[in-house]
């Protein structure tokens, strides 16, 4: 048995249960768990996963009878008998972070080696998760509270005679400081399992942090720490992108180079003016979320007489470009319609922010007090939490508590890089426990 929860109550056979797309075993952690909490036994009778460094992971923590890589090549037959199946799908392509083509995407039909398993099988269940963007994607009107894709998928299960349940739930709702909303799909031959009314547990970020450990020292670390205070850092994404009072931008603390208040003043006022669809009426081009604006209409709303040195110094600085409006451009290709943006040179040139996101080597400074958001592979290593006068990132133990992971797991990665990965892939191991627990009671 593996490091769970010991059984209470006597039991000839075990629980057998298969483990699909395992990644590094956050569903059947969560299932055994529950489970052996219930007084029951349990035995993964099979786990396919095929990222290598999850497989690593796998093999460290638990034990593996029978590990299978691609499940696409695994025949019904040779798939011993079992009760429950798990299955957390791949999400690409119905998340937000991804180009959401949902089936048209070749990991979109690994549904169907779920389905397909399921109807040959027969096991008593099953548990299936995914990104939140999965039930409206595809959405046939924008009203309508599923997609098409969603749709698909609940038809398909029902129709193999099964009861099937789903839900939306957020991890910070089951005593873990991250915001993480996956839904969570459960079916069973004998009747439908409920999935609302669990009982609400919160907790903080400061709850799962270490404390002492090294901070960074960089130059976009100490130009932060010296244009702010530490507290004065909790929650601020750090991005020249949007406005608000939660965005610290480049220009801020002159991370490419000094600038004047009066400078600061000007790009900040640009950067909400420059969002007005007004810009794209007088350029007579179809309107973006950031035009382009000239030094006229600049004048407008910001007339000072110094305005175009000011203009050309934050270009050769680099929080501005030159540039003329960009048009929207539609033609035929080969693969279809293909629609992009740009420059209209018989437009007169303008003013633009360098804008972006992922540009600057800290994405978030995280409010010890608050929860993090959604942790995604791509951010993982830009969120920052504090730590004594300064920021570092986040340590691989952290980031296995914020998602309920016990303190025994281990993360053999040779890189933190590919830790960060894992992580922003996998599941929240207190929701399934919980999703888990409904399923056991049916027994």
């Known amino acids: 048995?593996?490091?769970?929860?010991?059984?209470?109550?006597?039991?000839?056979?075990?629980?057998?249960?298969i483990d699909l797309f395992a990644g590094i075993g956050?569903?059947?952690?969560?299932?055994?768990?529950?489970?052996?909490a219930a007084g029951f036994k349990t035995e993964c009778v099979m786990t396919s996963e095929i990222k290598p460094f999850a497989v690593k992971v796998l093999q460290q923590n638990f034990t593996h009878g029978n590990f299978v890589g691609d499940i696409t090549q695994v025949k019904n037959e040779d798939i011993p008998a079992f009760d429950f199946l798990l299955g957390g799908f791949p999400c690409q392509p119905f998340s937000a972070g991804g180009k959401r083509q949902g089936f048209t995407d070749t990991r979109g039909t690994l549904?169907?080696?779920?389905?397909?398993?399921?109807?040959?099988?027969?096991?008593?269940?099953?548990?299936?998760?995914?990104?939140?963007?999965?039930?409206?994607?595809?959405?046939?009107?924008?009203?309508?509270?599923?997609?098409?894709?969603?749709?698909?998928?609940?038809?398909?299960?029902?129709?193999?005679d099964y009861h099937v349940s789903w839900e939306v739930l957020d991890a910070q709702d089951f005593g873990l400081p991250q915001v993480?909303?996956?839904?969570?799909?459960?079916?069973?031959?004998?009747?439908?399992?409920?999935?609302?009314?669990?009982?609400?547990?919160?907790?903080?970020i400061k709850n799962i942090l270490e404390q002492g450990l090294p901070i960074m020292n960089t130059k976009f670390t100490n130009l932060l720490l010296k244009h702010f205070s530490l507290e004065e850092l909790y929650g601020k994404s750090i991005k020249d992108k949007r406005g608000g009072t939660n965005n610290i931008h480049s220009w801020e603390i002159g991370i490419k180079g000094?600038?004047?208040?009066?400078?600061?003043?000007?790009?900040?006022?640009?950067?909400?003016?420059?969002?007005?669809?007004?810009?794209?009426?007088?350029?007579?081009?179809?309107?973006?979320?950031?035009?382009?604006?000239?030094?006229?209409?600049?004048?407008?709303?910001?007339?000072?007489?110094?305005?175009?040195?000011?203009?050309?110094?934050?270009?050769?600085?680099?929080?501005?470009?030159?540039?003329?409006p960009k048009s929207l451009v539609t033609e035929q290709t080969e693969r279809g319609v293909k629609t992009y943006r740009k420059e209209n040179k018989?437009?007169?040139?303008?003013?633009?922010?360098?804008?972006?996101?992922?540009?600057?080597?800290?994405?978030k400074i995280m409010d010890p007090n608050g929860v993090t958001p959604t942790l995604v592979a791509t951010d993982m290593g830009r969120f920052v939490v504090p730590d004594g006068a300064g920021v570092r990132k986040m340590t691989l133990r952290e980031g296995l508590r914020l998602f309920g992971y016990p303190e025994w797991f281990e993360?053999?990665?040779?890189?933190?890089?590919?830790?960060?990965d894992l992580l922003g892939n996998t599941v929240a191991v207190s929701v399934v426990k919980n999703v888990a627990g409904r399923l056991a009671q049916t027994i």
């Open 180 to 204: 993480r909303k996956r839904v969570y799909i459960v079916g069973t031959l004998n009747e439908k399992v409920s999935l609302t009314g669990f009982k609400t547990k919160t907790a903080k």
């Open 26 to 36: 956050g569903l059947r952690l969560g299932f055994e768990s529950a489970f052996n």
């Open 346 to 363: 018989k437009l007169h040139p303008g003013y633009n922010i360098v804008s972006g996101k992922l540009s600057f080597e800290i994405n």
């Open 258 to 324: 000094k600038i004047s208040k009066e400078q600061t003043l000007l790009l900040n006022t640009l950067f909400k003016e420059r969002r007005k669809k007004k810009w794209a009426l007088e350029h007579g081009i179809a309107w973006m979320d950031g035009m382009t604006l000239t030094l006229n209409q600049i004048r407008t709303f910001y007339d000072t007489p110094n305005l175009k040195e000011m203009l050309d110094d934050l270009v050769d600085k680099g929080y501005l470009r030159f540039e003329h």
């Open 411 to 420: 993360m053999p990665v040779s890189k933190i890089e590919e830790g960060y």
């Open 111 to 160: 549904f169907f080696e779920i389905e397909r398993i399921i109807e040959y099988k027969r096991p008593r269940g099953f548990i299936l998760e995914n990104v939140e963007g999965l039930v409206k994607h595809d959405l046939e009107n924008k009203k309508d509270v599923i997609g098409r894709t969603f749709n698909t998928i609940i038809e398909k299960l029902e129709a193999l």
């Open 1 to 17: 048995m593996d490091k769970q929860v010991k059984t209470t109550k006597k039991q000839e056979k075990p629980i057998r249960f």
